[in-house]
């Protein structure tokens, strides 16, 4: 058995409420139900996170997600959905095999949070130029 929870889920060797599965992705109910029908869609290869997914990856993981979200959508009929994908511990990451929660939401105090604190005043048009400069060229330098 290997030791990655989700490629134990994806081979069967652990069980799992399966949603959806085709050739390349995996859809999972989260043990943890932070909302209820809260999904995890992964692609059935092993890849640590988004910087690690190949290119080819990425279209079939984002198709399963948006055939799960509309699923979800209209069974659970839930008032919006978040989609999270955390990158890296710092980022909250404990399962370290790329995946993307869909985390249906009720109301406020549905079990889901994000907190978002502004620091638009923090960065004048000067630093924010130069930023956009830096990125702009490791994205030309990128391929
Ligand atoms: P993350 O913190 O973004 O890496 O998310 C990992 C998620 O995997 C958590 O929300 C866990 O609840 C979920 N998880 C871990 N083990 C299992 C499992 N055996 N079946 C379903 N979900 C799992
Ligand atoms: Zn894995």
Excluded at 37 to 47: F, I, M, R, S, W
Excluded at 51 to 76: M, R
Excluded at 104 to 131: F, I, S
Aim: net charge negative; with cysteine; aromatic share 10%.
């Amino acid at each position: 058995m290997t030791s990655c929870v989700f490629c134990s889920i994806i081979s069967g060797d652990i069980p799992s409420k399966k949603i959806y599965e085709d050739e390349h992705t995996y859809a999972f109910f989260d043990i943890s139900q932070v909302t209820k029908g809260h999904t995890l869609v992964v692609p059935k290869h092993h890849h640590k996170n988004l910087f690690e997914l190949p290119e080819s990856e990425v279209s079939h993981v984002f198709k399963t997600v948006q055939k799960v979200a509309t699923a979800l959508n209209k069974t659970f009929s839930p008032a919006g959905l978040n989609l999270v994908n955390n990158n890296g511990e710092a980022a909250g990451q404990t399962v370290f095999h790329y995946h993307v929660h869909l985390i249906p939401r009720y109301d406020q105090a549905d079990g889901y949070q994000a907190k978002w604190v502004e620091h638009g005043a923090e960065y004048t048009e000067e630093k924010l130029e130069q930023m956009q400069t830096q990125l702009i060229s490791s994205l030309s330098s990128s391929h």
